[in-house]
């Protein structure tokens, strides 16, 4: 498998996501985009019908216990779900929620801190590269035949399971990380299909 190779030199990146599945599946992509990073801090969800500081609120502690490490950045990744919102405004109303946050509790942040929204979700990201996805041994082979040009806003939990073969079905967590090991979110023609996934290689390769 391809994998960019980045100077080793740099501190690693620091990881706060919602659940089990961005755990597994986040360290996999950014080996895939040759980035270091730290062991995920996760918040365990989010909902819907929460306001940005709700989600701060759950999320804060993680974002502390991350930014204590040597880190050069710290990305923060959770899912836009149904919100009707845009993921683009949706992660800047909580990075400013959780700027005032910080600056509230007298926290000073030694490294940027970006917050990316998988539109509509994680799995989403995943769905963006049909063939490296139907390189798992669950996946339909027909998978890699027909690339949608933009798989942002979909039901991706939903399109994902659509793909398995018969008597298997899809399972968030350490699964998703399987998934995601093939997926290479470091071709262009791969990051062209969702605007969300291209923001994070974006932030993952920023200083």
């Given at each position: 498998m391809a994998r960019q190779m980045t100077s080793n030199r740099r501190a690693p990146l620091g990881l706060v996501v919602e659940g089990q599945s961005e755990y597994h599946a986040v360290p996999e992509l950014l080996e895939r985009l040759g980035e270091r990073r730290t062991t995920p801090a996760?918040?365990?969800?989010?909902?819907?019908?929460?306001?940005?500081?709700?989600?701060?609120?759950?999320?804060i502690g993680?974002?502390?216990?991350?930014?204590?490490?040597?880190?050069?950045?710290?990305?923060?990744?959770?899912?836009?779900?149904?919100?009707?919102?845009?993921?683009?405004?949706?992660?800047?109303?909580?990075?400013?929620?959780?700027?005032?946050?910080?600056?509230?509790?007298?926290?000073?942040?030694?490294?940027?801190?970006?917050?990316?929204c998988p539109d509509r979700m994680f799995e989403n990201w995943l769905l963006a590269d049909p063939r490296g996805l139907s390189e798992h041994k669950y996946i339909l082979d027909s998978c890699g035949t027909n690339a949608p040009a933009n798989v942002d806003g979909s039901d991706g939990k939903n399109d994902l399971s659509k793909l398995f073969v018969a008597n298997r079905k899809y399972a968030e967590g350490k699964m998703t990380g399987d998934l995601a090991r093939n997926i290479r979110a470091e071709c262009t023609v791969v990051q062209k299909r969702s605007r969300s996934l291209r923001k994070f290689v974006k932030e993952a390769h920023a200083e």
């Open positions: 996760v918040f365990q969800g989010q909902g819907s019908e929460m306001t940005p500081e709700a989600v701060v609120n759950r999320m993680c974002v502390r216990a991350q930014l204590s490490k040597k880190i050069r950045r710290l990305l923060v990744i959770l899912d836009r779900e149904n919100r009707e919102e845009c993921a683009p405004s949706l992660a800047r109303r909580i990075y400013d929620a959780l700027v005032r946050r910080l600056a509230k509790e007298g926290v000073h942040s030694p490294c940027a801190i970006s917050v990316i």
